[in-house]
């Protein structure tokens, strides 16, 4: 059984949270605290760690021979787990998500087209849009009954014949938000209607509370299934991040084969076989590990929110349906943004994402990554609740 109160010492192993903290956040205390990218402190299930070390011992590691056993353990798992059935031979891997996110615009958009995007999102997106030479339409998120809602009116009005792939996450990161059937339905129709390519990046996906269940865009919305490439990764949920594997997943041949004839020109058809043989690991042998991790997730979130909200009277964490990410609303405070995030990283010693980063909406909010043993995050509440103690009055 995983022991996830277990500390391994991170620091000093490549661990890009915790030895990257200096130089992307400025905070130079030896004793900082990473809750900012998306990896967990967790060691991953025993049967990757299993399949890893027999490659290990082996000791012999040339090219990764793709027998199609990644697709169909990908394909079992989505089927078992989410009840959505993809077809092994819709399946690209890429090495991560993101990079597929890349290759996907190079397939279906031209230099200078329009990228919808639904903000506060995932800061890459921000990136990877730009990076190719392609321009972010933001449609913001409106704040509905405590959880985030698409508008969709809005978006028609801004639509352009420039606009032509909607990039949407779901789950959402930040904030956790579990899209129903319906809101999935309508964006769907919206996509169809005004000729868009919708990528449902479902990365999160597996880590959903048990309040929740993920709601697959191909299961609800089939009449999307050919302008929908869905992208999805074992690297999120079982802290195999450093492995960079993901897949396209689509069913429209021709999609897939102008997303391949991308991957094959970037060199990309050839993959990393220890990314391959830990994700498959995972597919397969992860169940109650997952199962165990949400449960310890749950607890994790309910104290998260429980402390930072009474640490600092006013801050809001959004109830997460998904994802380890707490997203914390500081407005309320009456501090200024750059106090908040002053506060936290000088005093607490903690360095949170910055709401900005998610693009418009996110300005006056943290993002907390609250994957990390009890004792770690007891030491951060504590912090928290001193940095934020004059708030309190007496
Ligand atoms: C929505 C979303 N997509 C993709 C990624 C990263 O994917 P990858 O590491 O496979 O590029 C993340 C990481 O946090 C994410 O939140």
Redesign the pocket.
């Known amino acids: 059984m995983v022991d996830f109160n277990e500390v391994i010492a991170r620091r000093g192993t490549h661990a890009m949270k915790w030895d990257m903290i200096a130089a992307r956040s400025g905070i130079d205390a030896d004793d900082a605290i990473p809750m900012w990218?998306?990896d967990m402190d967790f060691r991953a299930p025993p049967g990757v760690t299993e399949a890893l070390r027999t490659e290990i011992e082996r000791g012999t590691h040339g090219y990764y021979a793709d027998t199609g056993s990644w697709s169909e353990a990908l394909c079992g798992w989505m089927e078992r787990r989410h009840g959505v059935t993809f077809d092994p031979a819709w399946v690209s891997p890429t090495p991560?998500?993101?990079?597929?996110l890349g290759l996907i615009l190079q397939a279906v958009s031209e230099p200078g087209d329009e990228v919808v995007l639904f903000p506060p999102v995932?800061h890459?997106?921000r990136r990877i849009i730009p990076g190719n030479d392609r321009r972010i339409l933001d449609a913001p998120l409106n704040l509905v009954d405590g959880r985030y809602a698409m508008d969709l009116d809005a978006l028609a009005g801004m639509l352009t014949p420039r606009t032509k792939v909607v990039f949407f996450?779901s789950p959402h990161?930040p904030g956790g938000t579990v899209w129903t059937a319906d809101e999935i339905q309508q964006l769907s129709a919206f996509c169809i209607e005004h000729d868009l390519l919708l990528v449902s990046?479902e990365?999160?996906c597996d880590l959903v509370f048990d309040e929740a269940t993920h709601v697959s865009t191909l299961n609800v919305a089939p009449a999307i299934a050919d302008r929908l490439i869905t992208?999805v990764?074992a690297?999120?949920t079982f802290n195999l991040?450093g492995a960079?594997?993901?897949a396209c997943v689509t069913s429209n041949p021709e999609l897939k084969k102008r997303l391949d004839k991308r991957i094959a020109a970037s060199g990309l058809g050839s993959y990393n076989g220890f990314g391959m043989i830990a994700t498959e690991a995972a597919w397969r042998t992860g169940d109650d590990w997952l199962d165990s991790l949400m449960t310890y997730l749950a607890q994790n979130r309910d104290l998260f929110d429980q402390c930072i909200e009474a640490a600092a009277p006013g801050t809001w964490s959004m109830p997460l349906a998904a994802?380890y990410l707490a997203w914390v609303d500081f407005s309320g405070t009456g501090l200024s943004p750059g106090l908040v995030e002053e506060r936290v990283k000088s005093t607490a010693r903690i360095f949170a994402s910055p709401g900005s980063q998610f693009g418009p909406g996110g300005e006056s909010w943290l993002r907390f990554n609250i994957a990390t043993p009890r004792p770690i995050l007891e030491e951060a509440l504590d912090r928290l609740d001193d940095a934020f103690r004059d708030l309190r009055g007496s």
């Open positions: 990218v998306a991560g998500v993101v990079s597929g995932y890459a997106f996450c990161n990046d990365i999160h992208t990764a690297t999120k991040a960079h594997v993901g994802t």
